[in-house]
């Protein structure tokens, strides 16, 4: 694939052609990527060419990367993101859906379909939706390029709604803020001080159970007690623009640390407790909605009408 190409130009940027010679080659990629894991946050690089491909017979010219060097990733990878190198939209499709099995207690191999719709065939029942917001175009760091933005209006703890400020929900000019889907990450990031007012109130509504010692960047944590048979948790809901709420189950937002009856919450912030960290995050999306919290529950997102539909059911 030439430098020229528009393709290129995909992943290095449009100014790139600017510095090819006529029959030079696009320049090979590098992705650095950082995930929020137990023990702390994982880096993971990836390099390598950039080629052209032809899939089934059917779609000619298809970008892919070939990797020859990596990591802390995964073999292969597909971006599914609202970025026009991502496989949707180089198949084309009209809908994708998922629903993420939860393996938080045990290692089987079950796993459960991607369905990719071309034609607009899915026809999901039940389904509530909210709007998928389209991205400023910035050249900007702050921005998560190709990620998906949602507009999470509020938190609700219990019965105690937790407002998300406006300067942190929406997407501000310079590409900060806003609330973005991320299948590949863990654990659900929270901007510090949305964190700090969602675990206050956590803390609060749990305070018949004993503090326990954050566990990584897991807490806050409490101690079960043991003799109780029916451990009773605060609800947790998100409410999103156009009234669609996401009701979860306590396994999408507490998990069981050890075998001492210990569970944490299962969001994370840029302070990181028990491991001594403080690394206040310039900018970025206020909310990382990771795939504990997505897990047992159907995700449809519809390109089409850009809107995300979600239905919580047995995967």
Same mark, same amino acid.
Not at 34 to 60: A, C, F, K, N
Not at 270 to 277: A, F, H, Q, R
């Given at each position: 694939?030439?430098?020229?190409?528009?393709?290129?130009?995909?992943?290095?940027?449009?100014?790139?052609?600017?510095?090819?010679?006529?029959?030079?080659?696009?320049?090979?990629?590098?992705?650095?990527? %950082?995930?929020?894991?137990?023990?702390?946050?994982?880096?993971?690089?990836?390099?390598?060419?950039?080629?052209?491909?032809?899939?089934?017979?059917?779609?000619?010219?298809?970008?892919?990367?070939?990797?020859?060097?990596?990591?802390?990733?995964?073999?292969?990878?597909?971006?599914?993101?609202?970025?026009?190198?991502?496989?949707?939209?180089?198949? %084309?499709?009209? +809908?994708?859906?998922?629903?993420?099995?939860?393996?938080?207690?045990?290692?089987?191999?079950?796993?459960?379909?991607?369905?990719?719709?071309?034609?607009?065939?899915l026809e999901a029942q039940g389904l509530t939706y909210t709007?998928?917001?389209?991205?400023?175009?910035?050249?900007?760091?702050?921005?998560?390029?190709?990620?998906?933005?949602?507009?999470?209006?509020?938190?609700? =703890?219990?019965?105690?709604? =937790?407002?998300?400020?406006? +300067?942190?929900?929406?997407?501000?000019?310079?590409?900060? %803020?806003?609330?973005?889907?991320?299948?590949?990450?863990?654990?659900?990031?929270?901007?510090?001080?949305?964190?700090?007012?969602?675990?206050?109130?956590?803390?609060?509504?749990?305070?018949?159970?004993?503090?326990?010692?954050?566990?990584?960047?897991?807490?806050?944590?409490?101690?079960?007690?043991?003799?109780?048979?029916?451990?009773?948790?605060?609800?947790?809901?998100?409410?999103?623009?156009?009234?669609? +709420?996401?009701?979860?189950?306590?396994?999408?937002?507490?998990?069981?640390?050890?075998?001492?009856?210990?569970?944490?919450?299962?969001?994370?912030?840029?302070?990181? %407790?028990?491991?001594?960290?403080?690394?206040?995050?310039?900018?970025?999306?206020?909310?990382?909605?990771?795939?504990?919290?997505?897990?047992?529950?159907?995700?449809?997102?519809?390109?089409?009408?850009?809107?995300?539909?979600?239905?919580?059911?047995?995967?």
């Open positions: 694939m030439l430098c020229k190409s528009e393709k290129c130009a995909w992943i290095h940027g449009r100014n790139v052609a600017s510095g090819c010679g006529p029959a030079q080659p696009c320049p090979d990629y590098e992705s650095i990527s %950082g995930r929020w894991y137990s023990d702390g946050i994982s880096v993971g690089s990836t390099s390598g060419h950039l080629m052209l491909d032809t899939l089934e017979e059917t779609r000619v010219d298809f970008l892919v990367g070939c990797s020859f060097s990596s990591t802390n990733e995964p073999l292969g990878g597909a971006g599914f993101g609202d970025s026009p190198e991502s496989l949707p939209s180089q198949l %084309g499709l009209a +809908k994708f859906s998922y629903c993420l099995l939860s393996h938080s207690y045990d290692d089987s191999m079950k796993s459960t379909d991607l369905v990719l719709d071309f034609h607009n065939e709007p998928l917001v389209r991205a400023p175009t910035v050249h900007s760091s702050c921005l998560f390029y190709g990620f998906r933005y949602l507009n999470l209006r509020e938190i609700i =703890v219990g019965q105690t709604h =937790v407002k998300i400020p406006d +300067k942190l929900r929406v997407i501000g000019p310079d590409g900060n %803020g806003g609330t973005i889907v991320d299948s590949s990450s863990p654990y659900t990031y929270m901007e510090r001080s949305i964190y700090q007012s969602v675990t206050r109130e956590f803390e609060k509504q749990m305070a018949r159970y004993e503090r326990a010692p954050d566990v990584g960047v897991l807490g806050p944590c409490f101690k079960l007690n043991p003799t109780e048979k029916l451990v009773s948790y605060p609800a947790l809901a998100l409410l999103f623009e156009g009234g669609a +709420k996401m009701e979860l189950m306590s396994v999408n937002y507490l998990l069981l640390a050890d075998k001492s009856n210990t569970v944490c919450l299962s969001f994370v912030t840029d302070v990181v %407790g028990s491991i001594g960290l403080n690394i206040k995050l310039s900018c970025g999306p206020s909310i990382i909605l990771g795939n504990h919290l997505q897990q047992s529950t159907y995700m449809e997102f519809d390109l089409q009408k850009r809107r995300l539909g979600f239905l919580k059911r047995a995967c």
